[in-house]
């Protein structure tokens, strides 16, 4: 099975709802946060992100990516949602800006550290600890979803069904260099243009770009679901 954590973010390759889900408890504030999922290889997965966050702080960064903060300001405060927000500089970010922020990881680890420096910051974010492809997404519910180094178009349709109508959806995700594959859990990545086609019926509100940010070539997009 393969996984991907990129920037605060992990993406699982299939997406399945979990028809048994273990009883969960949601974290706010300074405490963990755990939903337990079945399936024969999830604690092995979470085993390893979990070493992956072990061993070094702040790995991708303690501010949130440029990108947005320069935009935030077009996108309305309400109900953010952070897949896979790793350590959670964005979900933080979100928070100080005034938005109520969901986030989730399957790494406890990576769940506590946030949640931790969500403290020291003096802002709440709710975070649960989940397997992506056993994670179920709620409907019309979400004003904004942030996707930060992290894309999986398996995934997509969930996230989509997971927004409000006239909500935004941002990307920001590494591009995929032919012939270049790294070892890092951030190997995974997005095709040139495969942003566009992915949000192609939604309204543009910042067009694609491609720039090459802390020596990596990214893909970046703004859009609203009309």
């Known amino acids: 099975m393969l996984y991907l954590i990129l920037g605060s973010v992990i993406s699982l390759s299939f997406f399945r709802p979990s028809p048994h889900a273990s009883p969960s408890k949601n974290i706010n504030g300074d405490r963990a946060s755990y939903e337990a999922v079945t399936g ?10 979990d070493s992956f966050y072990k061993n070094k702080s702040h790995i991708y960064g303690k501010e ?35 938005f109520n922020v969901d986030g989730n ?20 974010i709710k975070a649960n600890i989940v397997d992506l492809k056993l994670y ?17 178009k398996e995934l997509l349709p969930h996230l989509k069904k997971a927004l409000k109508k006239g909500a935004y959806i941002m ?16 190997d995974f990545a997005v095709k040139a243009g495969e942003l566009k086609e992915a949000v192609k019926e939604y309204q543009i509100i910042k067009p694609y770009q ?9 893909a970046t997009i703004l859009a609203k679901k009309p």
């Open 136 to 152: 179920s997404y709620p409907e019309n519910y979400y004003d904004f979803i942030l996707m930060s180094l992290f894309y999986d």
């Open 171 to 186: 990307f920001y995700a590494k591009v995929e260099l032919k012939g270049v594959r790294d070892n890092s859990p951030s």
């Open 105 to 124: 990881d399957i790494s406890d680890v990576a769940v506590d550290k946030a949640l931790a420096e969500a403290k020291l910051q003096h802002v709440t």
């Open 210 to 218: 491609e720039f090459v940010d802390h020596g990596i070539r990214v």
């Open 64 to 98: 949130a990516i440029a990108y947005l903060q320069e935009n935030i300001d077009l996108i309305p405060k309400g109900r953010a949602f952070v897949p896979a927000m790793g350590e959670g500089r964005n979900a933080i970010y979100l928070a100080k800006k005034g």
């Open 40 to 49: 024969e290889s999830a604690d092995e997965d979470r085993t390893v992100w």
